[in-house]
């Protein structure tokens, strides 16, 4: 490290420190401690580590300078706001800084904490954001607990205490879902590792199998079916066992059923680029944050694939994988992003993808517009079929979701030659009388997808006449797609993997503008192919090939 970069970093702290601030917090009378310190074994990411040394905590698209940090004015509303208060942040710091210098710079943050939020009860003591502080400040005592200031040590550990106190009474007013699944997390991890906290335990364990109850299916995945959710889920999980560790306590039964299930159920939207497939207007992520969370989770599973309730069903086959949204968009009240995917799918060879959704910001922050949000979480962002460009489930003028897809109908199975999935859903019967099928081999030598898109008649609605169909297929970046001489086909190539043939029948071969939302929220251009044709009332079939030639 240069002594410029050296001299930035001590002018950070000297700036969050000046002014003698932490002297300002009172001394407490009662001497409290830690009875243990868990150990966080995930690693963090050491570039944000490093941009937070130099001054800048940045998440997704936005940026925040620490020069002149006021938590007061932060507040906690908004995505950036949340992470800087639930001092996850502190994971990163410590992949980029000794002990020594992060500890310089963790403490002036957290007193800052402490002097605009410390005296009193406001926003910022939301029982989720409680509840991931207390795993943070505890995994991470080392940096926020070294100093040699008695006054804050005393003033950081009761309010640590008085906050510990505050999510047991308030736990079940979160929201229900991760949130709620967060602040029990933290109520049990303070019964364990605060002084005087034994008798929380058995409370904050009953307070998370009712929220694990009222947010996981019995699969393992959310009921938001979120595959970011999905993933602080696990690192919940991962924190909390690592306090029981600490406590030399044994986790209980149901907690580490749910816990080893929710890794089963993300591995099982992984795709061979070990990211993650785009479902609920997510993005991929970056893998190595990915890998790093489920090296240092403490679980071992095996990806899920036969997914109920979660719903994301997965065929594989000597490095190829295809994953499909096959089950109804989730519920309003667990998800404001909810997308209508039913029946897309994604695709990758190796590493390589081919295949994918649009996918959207996530819990990012994004300079993304609303209007173009809204656009990725329609049917036509996903590689599914689209009837007369209209969503399989509405989208409203106010976000929400609509009237749209009720059921959808799996029938799987597997033998020597090959996996095969049908699935269908009733989100175009209310409007055109109409049942979308689709059906999915996978070859077990991984070379061959074979699909065709049925509509089918049903209900009392009829069309007139006829009604205008597009099966999407939207193409990774790095992807090129040459149509052949026929019209009907296409050559795909990529760096990644060895060419694909794409063949379609029962329709008119297309190719089309597309984008897709990287790991980091960053729209990138690309390419779709779109089947196009129409349906009379009586329904119709389309039938497509992806064959790798090598």
């Given at each position: 490290?240069?002594?410029?970069?050296?001299?930035?970093?001590?002018?950070v702290?000297?700036?969050?420190?000046?002014?003698?601030?932490?002297?300002?917090?009172?001394?407490?009378?009662?001497?409290?401690?830690?009875?243990?310190?868990?150990?966080?074994?995930?690693?963090?990411?050491?570039?944000?580590?490093?941009?937070?040394?130099?001054?800048?905590?940045?998440?997704?698209?936005?940026?925040?300078?620490?020069?002149?940090?006021?938590?007061?004015?932060?507040?906690?509303?908004?995505?950036?706001a949340?992470?800087?208060?639930?001092?996850?942040?502190?994971?990163?710091?410590?992949?980029?800084?000794?002990?020594?210098?992060?500890a310089?710079?963790?403490?002036?943050?957290?007193?800052?904490?402490?002097?605009a939020?410390?005296?009193k009860?406001?926003?910022?003591?939301?029982?989720?954001?409680?509840?991931?502080?207390?795993?943070?400040?505890?995994?991470?005592?080392?940096?926020?607990?070294?100093?040699?200031?008695?006054?804050?040590?005393?003033?950081?550990?009761?309010?640590?205490?008085?906050?510990?106190?505050?999510?047991?009474?308030?736990?079940?007013?979160?929201p229900?879902?991760?949130e709620?699944?967060?602040?029990?997390?933290?109520?049990?991890?303070?019964?364990?590792?605060?002084?005087?906290?034994v008798?929380?335990?058995?409370?904050?364990?009953?307070?998370?199998?009712?929220?694990?109850?009222?947010?996981q299916?019995?699969?393992?995945?959310?009921?938001?079916?979120?595959?970011?959710?999905?993933?602080?889920?696990?690192?919940?999980?991962?924190?909390?066992?690592?306090?029981?560790?600490?406590a030399?306590?044994?986790?209980?039964?149901?907690?580490?059923?749910?816990?080893?299930?929710?890794?089963?159920?993300?591995?099982?939207?992984?795709m061979?680029?070990?990211?993650?497939?785009?479902?609920?207007?997510?993005n991929?992520?970056?893998?190595?944050?990915?890998?790093?969370?489920?090296?240092?989770?403490?679980?071992r599973?095996r990806?899920?694939?036969?997914?109920?309730?979660?719903?994301?069903?997965?065929?594989s086959?000597?490095?190829?994988?295809?994953?499909?949204?096959?089950?109804?968009?989730?519920?309003?009240?667990?998800?404001?992003q909810?997308?209508?995917?039913?029946?897309?799918?994604?695709?990758?060879?190796?590493?390589?993808?081919?295949?994918?959704?649009?996918?959207?910001?996530?819990?990012?922050?994004?300079?993304?517009?609303?209007?173009?949000?809204?656009?990725?979480?329609?049917t036509?962002?996903?590689s599914?079929?689209?009837?007369?460009?209209?969503?399989?489930?509405?989208?409203?003028?106010?976000?929400?979701?609509?009237?749209?897809?009720?059921?959808?109908?799996?029938?799987?199975?597997?033998?020597?030659?090959?996996?095969?999935?049908?699935?269908?859903?009733?989100?175009?019967?209310?409007?055109?009388?109409?049942?979308?099928?689709?059906?999915?081999?996978?070859?077990?030598?991984?070379?061959?997808?074979?699909?065709?898109?049925?509509?089918?008649?049903?209900?009392?609605?009829?069309?007139?006449?006829?009604?205008?169909?597009?099966?999407?297929?939207?193409?990774?970046?790095?992807?090129?797609?040459?149509?052949?001489?026929?019209?009907?086909?296409?050559?795909?190539?990529?760096?990644?993997?060895?060419?694909?043939?794409?063949?379609?029948?029962?329709?008119?071969l297309?190719?089309?503008?597309?984008?897709?939302?990287?790991?980091?929220?960053?729209?990138?251009?690309?390419?779709?192919?779109?089947?196009?044709?129409?349906?009379?009332?009586?329904g119709?079939?389309?039938?497509?090939?992806?064959?790798?030639?090598?």
């Amino acid at each position: 490290m240069t002594d410029d970069s050296s001299a930035a970093e001590r002018a950070v702290v000297s700036r969050l420190a000046r002014g003698s601030l932490l002297a300002r917090l009172k001394r407490s009378k009662q001497a409290l401690k830690l009875v243990a310190v868990p150990r966080d074994h995930v690693h963090g990411e050491r570039s944000r580590g490093d941009a937070l040394m130099a001054g800048r905590f940045t998440f997704g698209a936005e940026t925040l300078s620490l020069k002149d940090l006021d938590f007061g004015t932060v507040g906690s509303a908004g995505l950036l706001a949340g992470q800087l208060q639930g001092f996850s942040w502190l994971r990163d710091l410590s992949a980029a800084a000794s002990r020594e210098k992060g500890a310089r710079l963790a403490e002036a943050v957290v007193g800052r904490w402490l002097l605009a939020h410390g005296t009193k009860v406001d926003e910022a003591w939301a029982p989720h954001l409680w509840g991931e502080r207390i795993l943070f400040w505890t995994a991470y005592a080392p940096y926020i607990l070294s100093s040699s200031d008695s006054g804050y040590r005393s003033a950081l550990l009761n309010t640590l205490a008085r906050g510990a106190r505050h999510v047991d009474s308030n736990a079940d007013k979160a929201p229900a879902g991760l949130e709620r699944i967060t602040a029990w997390c933290g109520v049990v991890a303070a019964g364990l590792l605060l002084q005087g906290g034994v008798p929380r335990v058995a409370r904050g364990e009953a307070g998370l199998a009712r929220a694990l109850a009222s947010a996981q299916f019995d699969d393992g995945g959310l009921i938001s079916r979120s595959p970011f959710e999905q993933m602080q889920l696990v690192d919940r999980f991962g924190l909390l066992r690592s306090c029981y560790q600490a406590a030399k306590q044994t986790v209980p039964d149901g907690i580490e059923a749910a816990a080893q299930a929710s890794l089963a159920a993300l591995h099982g939207i992984m795709m061979g680029d070990s990211a993650l497939s785009s479902w609920q207007c997510c993005n991929p992520g970056e893998s190595a944050r990915l890998t790093a969370l489920i090296e240092g989770c403490g679980m071992r599973a095996r990806p899920l694939r036969q997914a109920r309730g979660w719903g994301y069903q997965r065929l594989s086959a000597l490095g190829t994988i295809l994953v499909i949204d096959a089950a109804p968009p989730p519920p309003q009240t667990m998800a404001d992003q909810g997308s209508a995917s039913t029946l897309a799918f994604e695709l990758s060879d190796g590493s390589q993808r081919l295949i994918v959704n649009c996918g959207g910001p996530g819990t990012l922050p994004t300079d993304l517009s609303q209007e173009l949000v809204r656009g990725l979480r329609s049917t036509a962002a996903h590689s599914t079929l689209v009837l007369a460009d209209t969503n399989s489930t509405n989208i409203l003028d106010d976000g929400s979701l609509g009237r749209g897809v009720d059921d959808v109908m799996i029938d799987r199975s597997e033998d020597n030659d090959a996996s095969r999935l049908e699935a269908s859903h009733d989100g175009y019967v209310r409007g055109f009388g109409l049942i979308h099928k689709r059906s999915l081999m996978l070859g077990n030598d991984g070379k061959e997808l074979r699909g065709a898109d049925q509509l089918i008649a049903k209900g009392r609605k009829k069309i007139r006449e006829s009604v205008p169909y597009a099966v999407r297929f939207h193409l990774a970046p790095g992807v090129e797609a040459t149509i052949t001489a026929d019209g009907m086909g296409a050559i795909l190539r990529s760096r990644g993997a060895p060419p694909w043939n794409f063949r379609c029948r029962g329709g008119n071969l297309a190719t089309e503008e597309s984008l897709w939302i990287d790991g980091r929220g960053h729209p990138r251009n690309t390419t779709q192919l779109v089947v196009v044709g129409e349906v009379s009332s009586l329904g119709g079939e389309i039938g497509w090939q992806f064959r790798r030639t090598s």
